[in-house]
């Protein structure tokens, strides 16, 4: 498995590339992980993407960051003329950032312009079926340029090894490490070919992505991912070895013991009485997640309420509220944060109930292993979670909770109601996650990732 390469010098700090398509704020596994590898004396450059909330580089706690725009050519394109035609032209008065765009980008004479405002101005520069074909392959010239911005940002550096997270980034690393005679570690967080989407892909898209995959999975050094059922998928699916597991667990909790519900910092912030139950989902608010079938359980779980802590798309926030009300629970649902990831564990630990109640939407999340399921578990909290593989080993074998079908709102409602009903099996279950918590936990998986990235120095 594998190219040939060896670390150019065993010998000096080994200088490591992680490469991942996100602004490089939020991500706890990269994080950790780039902590974990600074920590034992490598040397850690992240490289993201760059947009509003960021900065093109960073230097924090060693870790450096660099951030590159993944702009596609045409976008590129658009902006030369924006400049050629000139900013007093009537077609482009009024042209300035919009906080609510993703993404912003520079003229050379310094407008900054929204990525939807810039793209309305194809309109006026192209047909339309030309527009449709640009739109419809847009996500992959992006990701196109981003690898373009990758290569280039990398040159020189000579990294010994480029860590790529997720088959999005991992074309890049594949090209930069063969030009630099480097190691590549292949990070795959789920099974991207059959990930969550609006719009399921197409089977012949599928089919090219899983060839692109087997292809470049093939030529890693070593590939990673996140529990024992994708290890197995992907060996199986692409014909490589078993790939390593490193689990996305969090840091132990400091305080090692059950935290009062007096002390609720979620209870009081959000004001609800201690003798009201309170669930608590965390994580994206978002599609495929179950959110709406857990809304509507509520109205079986008359003493309870809801707490759904994470950020999400406005809009989809708005929806869940709607469905909240027609339902007549309005009063009982809530959103709070997001919250720093450090402290996750400190808000969840005031609820009674961490629920996991993930969409049998496609077979990664069928095979996942979120989170938010250990940040409960660290919490001290009795957990209720889709009856999926990966998520009943750790809630049953560990007898810390229940599954239920995520699909049917009694059946979640039935799965807490027999845990809340049962206030000493509640206390077992309560002392059990605290117990499974001294096996899943950071600083047992990155002790596996230290063990990888020895021997991927030691091999041949």
Known sequence: MGHSTVLKNPSATPKVCVLVYNNFLHDSRVKREAETLIEAGYQVTVLALLDDKTARREERDGL????????????????????????????????????????????????????GKLYSLIGCLAPKRFITLLMHFHRQHSFFSFYCQAYRATAGEKYDIYHAHD???????FLAAR????????????LYVDRNKVEPSSRAWKSLLGRLEAFLARRADVVL?????????????????????????????EWGGLLPMSHSLLRNELGIPLEVRLLIYVGRITFNRGLEELVLSLKHLEDCCLVCMGSGIETYKRGLLDLAERTGVADRFFFFGPVPPEEVIHFAAGADLG???IANACLSYYYCSPNKLFEYMHAGLPIIASAFPELKKVVLEHGIGLTFDPSNPQDIARAARRILDDPEGMERMRENALKASSLYNWENESRKLLQIYAALQNSA
Request: charged share 20%.
């Open 355 to 357: 629920v996991a109640p």
């Open 179 to 190: 030009r630099d005679s480097a190691k590549l570690v292949y990070d795959s967080h789920e």
């Open 225 to 253: 991912t996140v529990n024992e059922a994708l290890a197995e998928e992907l060996a199986r699916r692409y014909v490589i070895p078993r790939p390593c597991v490193v689990m996305n667990t969090p840091v132990r909790s």
């Open 167 to 173: 088959l999005n980034t991992l074309p890049g690393a």
């Open 64 to 115: 450096r960051i660099i951030r590159v725009h993944a702009i596609p050519w045409y976008k590129r394109l658009l902006i030369w003329l924006l400049d050629w035609r000139g900013k007093s032209h009537s077609k482009y008065k009024g042209l300035t950032a919009s906080s609510a765009e993703p993404l912003h980008t520079s003229t050379s004479n310094g407008a900054l312009i929204s990525g």
